[in-house]
């Protein structure tokens, strides 16, 4: 069986981690680069790092931050934020990023997907969703950084993805997003019906039981959260022993 994944997410703004609520009200969280440090000497699984400001304003993700982060930790981690083609893709790559996730770019071009699939291995490519719901059982696809409705339904773009070659999808649910009331269960359990390539679940998580009931309820291989580790609440070391505790195969 595969072992279920804890993977801390740093969003970026400015070259400072930051965190807020259903994505605004942001707070300072750190140094990038430091927390990466400690996560890894912590013993999470992977890290993924999103410049949440660089579709938006137009810039391209710094290849400089995956430089950094490379020489800092030895764990696998992904970048996305402003990628906008399959040289992008590249630059981040050779950096130093195991993978590297597109949101905004995929959705405007969804060529693009298949095409950094067939550069770079499907293992590189991770589909970032960001998930609203709009009706009962129904979610729409938001991009640049959560600001722009798409009309595109989660659930064909899932699929959609998968087909043009996606490794994996980071599903966030918008609605969810810094609440700590827990993952959108029901959002993970449609679009891991439609799918079989890994889902990262997040958004809402705020206790060690919110992990487990994703891992308990949904097909989601891993889970991401942020403001819960960047400010202590919950220590990666604790998470996964409750988790070992409950019968989740994490890496201990």
Not at 51 to 71: N, Q
Not at 136 to 160: C, H, N, P, Q
Not at 186 to 213: C, D, M, N, R, W
Request: with cysteine; charged share 25%.
């Amino acid at each position: 069986m595969l072992k279920k994944r804890i993977i801390p997410c740093l969003d970026v703004k400015d070259g400072r981690t930051v965190k807020g609520i259903n994505f605004v009200d942001l707070r300072d969280a750190g140094d990038p680069v430091e927390l990466a440090k400690r996560y890894s000497d912590e013993g999470a699984d992977e890290l993924v790092f999103l410049d949440i400001t660089a579709t938006h304003e137009k810039r391209k993700t710094a290849a400089r931050l995956a430089e950094r982060v490379s020489k800092a930790i030895s764990i696998p981690f992904a970048i996305g934020g402003g990628v906008k083609t399959s040289d992008d893709f590249r630059e981040i790559l050779l950096a130093g990023a195991d993978k590297v996730a597109i949101n905004s770019a995929a959705v405007k071009n969804p060529s693009l997907i298949s095409e950094c699939a067939e550069r770079f291995g499907n293992q590189a490519v991770v589909i970032a969703i960001d998930a609203k719901q709009v009706a009962d059982g129904k979610w729409e696809v938001f991009v640049g950084g959560g600001r722009i409705a798409t009309g595109i339904d989660v659930i064909e773009w899932a699929t959609e993805v998968q087909n043009r070659g996606a490794g994996e999808i980071l599903l966030t649910s918008m609605d969810k997003d810094g609440t700590k009331s827990g993952f959108d269960i029901a959002l993970l359990q449609a679009v891991g019906a439609v799918v079989s390539i890994p889902i990262i679940a997040s958004g809402g998580v705020g206790t060690k039981e919110h992990f487990y009931e994703v891992f308990q309820q949904t097909p989601a291989t891993g889970a991401l959260a942020a403001s819960v580790f960047h400010f202590g609440e919950i220590l990666i070391p604790d998470l996964k022993t409750y988790l070992g505790d409950c019968n989740i195969s994490v890496r201990l």
